[in-house]
T-cell receptor, first 113, second 112 residues
Framework: GAGVSQSPRYKVAKRGRDVALRCDSI?????LYWYRQTLGQGSEVLTY????????KSGRPSGRFSAERPERSVSTLKIQRTEQGDSAVYLC???????????FGSGTRLTVV | GENVEQHPSTLSVQEGDSAVIKCTYS??????FPWYKQELGKRPQLIID?????GEKKDQRIAVTLNKTAKHFSLHITETQPEDSAVYFC???????????FGAGTRLTVKP
């Protein structure tokens, strides 16, 4: 496709459960970020990866958040032992390594109950 | 690592007035500064960007200025319209990894 897509669009998870969110980025894009958006804290970096690294580096908060790239243009954000504070919109964004603007996905709204 | 601060967090202006949003960054190696506009319920979209070899860039009603010495850059919107209402994010990116950090966002409201 021409853009970055994320799935699912909405996700409800029971507190303590693990969730996985998917991002399909643009072919040729190398750098991929996962961000979390909340009303009070704006955009917070969770993980990012470069080149062919299959496991992303953790940003903050670390520990419960990790991402994998089974294919270069696909990333899966995994959140372990979800907490109510994890309720937010999760955005992925990708870019060519040579620099320039990022293209964002439409986000996944996660609600932890 | 890079740290980007953005002010103000909320901004309300009357239609037709100008709006200015300011950002500062910490890493002097940062060389690319994009601005994103995020309308309610939509994904952030790139609206304008500037590289460190340029001091100012303009695109119709939107302009961005960069002061490398002071490590700050600003977004200027003139003749604001209600459709300019959105959250605006600044970002700074530096080589070689194109690592990008975002400001916390500014919620702009343009009152008709």
């Amino acid at each position: 496709g021409a853009g970055v897509s994320q799935s699912p669009r909405y996700k409800v998870a029971k507190r303590g459960r693990d969730v996985a969110l998917r991002c399909d980025s643009i072919s040729g894009h190398v750098t991929l970020y996962w961000y979390r958006q909340t009303l009070g804290q704006g955009s917070e970096v969770l993980t990012y990866s470069q080149s062919d690294a299959q496991r992303d580096k953790s940003g903050r908060p670390s520990g419960r958040f990790s991402a994998e790239r089974p294919e270069r243009s696909v990333s899966t954000l995994k959140i372990q032992r979800t907490e109510q504070g994890d309720s937010a919109v999760y955005l992925c964004a990708s870019s060519y390594k040579s620099g320039g603007g990022y293209t964002f996905g439409s986000g996944t709204r996660l609600t932890v109950v | 690592g890079e740290n980007v601060e953005q002010h103000p967090s909320t901004l309300s202006v009357q239609e037709g007035d100008s709006a200015v949003i300011k950002c500062t960054y910490s890493d002097s190696a940062s060389n690319y500064f994009p601005w994103y506009k995020q309308e309610l319920g939509k994904r952030p979209q790139l609206i304008i960007d500037i590289r460190s070899n340029v001091g100012e860039k303009k695109d119709q009603r939107i302009a961005v200025t960069l002061n490398k010495t002071a490590k700050h850059f600003s977004l200027h919107i003139t003749e604001t319209q209600p459709e300019d209402s959105a959250v605006y994010f600044c970002a700074a990116s530096n080589p070689p990894n194109n690592d990008m950090r975002f400001g916390a966002g500014t919620r702009l409201t343009v009152k008709p």
